[in-house]
């Protein structure tokens, strides 16, 4: 299974991107999928994830509340992170990540992940 993230950039505050990650090589629609992102000399944190169900439950953190909107589209194999009204503090690199075990009540953990994509930097300048 390998995954392919893109759409990072620079933005500044209150603009928008949208971070896409293909997988190939698996079942895609069988897999909970998450970004996470990694700020300049911090851990890697969870953002928002979405599971494989037919209602396609999402989880979020706090900070990104009404701002961020996690989707997929199985036929495409691709997870998608829509960000709206960026700020500062959203900089860092953004990595999708695969579960496939689709144990969605651990969604936000990230050993509980099986495949990372290699990352695209999000940059928000005040």
């Known amino acids: 299974v390998q995954l392919q993230a893109s759409g990072g950039g620079s933005v500044q505050t209150g603009g928008s991107l949208r971070l896409s990650c293909v997988v190939s090589g698996g079942t895609f629609s069988n897999y909970v999928m998450a970004w996470f992102r990694q700020a300049p000399g911090t851990e890697r944190w969870f953002v928002a994830a979405?599971?494989?169900?037919?209602?396609?439950?999402?989880h979020y953190i706090d900070s990104v509340k009404g701002r961020f909107t996690i989707s997929r589209d199985n036929a495409k194999n691709t997870v998608y992170l829509h960000m709206n009204n960026l700020k500062p503090e959203d900089t860092g690199v953004y990595y999708c990540?695969?579960?496939?075990?689709?144990?969605?009540?651990?969604?936000?953990?990230?050993?509980?992940?099986?495949?990372w994509g290699q990352g695209t930097l999000v940059t928000v300048s005040s």
């Open positions: 990540a695969a579960d496939i075990s689709g144990n969605w009540y651990k969604q936000t953990i990230l050993s509980e992940y099986d495949y």
């Open positions: 979405i599971t494989y169900w037919a209602n396609e439950e999402t």
